[in-house]
């Protein structure tokens, strides 16, 4: 296993949490991002049955694990995280898809 970005040392629980802290707005910054596609996923798609597609997420969630392998990041913290926001973002589709084709 790789760790492709490598975490730096920590002395103290402050320099721990001043790394996470950091790292959470980089992470909250790019799923921020994701939404935006989302969002254009409800505008595009035709029909309501379209938002929950289980042969995409199956994909994103085997892609995720294979990265977490390469990267030497836990798997299973990785799936779960995915299949959360997944969730979430399914449910956020959902919202963005109604509101979207009932003004139209």
Do not use: W
């Not at 990785?78 to 589709?93: G, L, N």
């Amino acid at each position: 296993m790789t760790l492709i970005h490598k975490v730096e040392h920590c002395h103290t629980m402050a320099d721990v949490r001043r790394n996470i802290d950091a790292l959470d707005e980089r992470i909250v910054a790019l799923i921020a991002e994701r939404s935006g596609y989302v969002a254009q996923a409800a505008r595009i798609k035709q029909n309501a049955n379209q938002v929950h597609d289980q042969a995409r997420i199956d994909f994103i969630v085997e892609r995720v694990r294979a990265m977490a392998t390469e990267q030497g990041a836990p798997e299973a913290v990785i799936e779960a995280t995915y299949r959360a926001m997944i969730d979430a973002f399914i449910e956020f589709e959902r919202g963005e898809f109604k509101r979207l084709h009932q003004e139209g």
